[in-house]
């Protein structure tokens, strides 16, 4: 059993943050994670040996009582056996009388053993998963390093290259202004020259119609 703890507490309990050390640059979240199903797999380990401790302490319990049953069984019939002077039952009587409180007091021993045993192991079992939630918790922590991290590499990846524009960058900007003035312009000097041709035309109309007018 102390190899046991001793195995877990080399395994689980140790630092989590000596345990990343040298890894959690390149890829902490993953790390993390791999680390984190070892650990989850250990507690699992723990959670089944906890429960067949309890078990074998509900075992010991009814050996047990089972056996002070049959000692205190035995007791009332060597005593009814000497009353009547059966003295080869008696003795019969009396050696399981004594095999069953032999048992009783070898039980007794094991059961206290196994009670202590299972409270340590619930210690432990505790321990173990505060440790493993601490870990999710480092986990979250260090996701929201990463994810802030990255936004921070993201902005400022755009914030530099919009800062350091080349001419050529802008001179793609140009050219579109320069289009679109053109097209504009364009559009423009259409309207006013179809405006201008059509005023013209309606002077020279009404000139027409003065001079008409005037002659006759």
């Not at 009783?104 to 009670?115: D, F, L, Q, T, Y």
């Amino acid at each position: 059993m102390a190899n046991l703890f001793e195995r877990m507490k080399n395994t689980v309990m140790s630092d989590l943050h000596e345990a990343l050390d040298k890894k959690e640059k390149k890829n902490p979240i993953a790390v993390l994670n791999q680390y984190l199903r070892q650990c989850e797999q250990e507690v699992e380990k723990v959670r089944k040996l906890v429960k067949r401790q309890y078990l074998l302490k509900e075992e010991f319990r009814k050996e047990y009582e089972q056996a002070s049953k049959l000692a205190e069984k035995r007791k009332y019939q060597a005593e009814v056996a000497s009353s009547a002077n059966e003295d080869e039952l008696y003795e019969f009587a009396r050696q399981e009388q004594t095999y069953y409180e032999e048992r009783v007091e070898r039980i007794a021993e094991s059961k206290i053993n196994a009670s202590k045993e299972l409270q340590e192991l619930e210690r432990k079992y505790e321990e173990m998963k505060h440790k493993l939630k601490d870990m999710y918790i480092k986990r979250m922590e260090l996701m929201g390093r990463e994810n802030i991290a990255r936004a921070h590499n993201k902005m400022n990846s755009v914030l530099e290259s919009s800062s350091s524009y080349n001419d050529q960058t802008f001179s793609k900007f140009n050219e579109i202004e320069t289009y679109l003035d053109q097209l504009e312009y364009g559009v423009n000097s259409s309207y006013y020259r179809n405006t201008i041709d059509a005023k013209i035309a309606k002077l020279e109309k009404e000139m027409k119609k003065e001079e008409t007018a005037a002659l006759s």
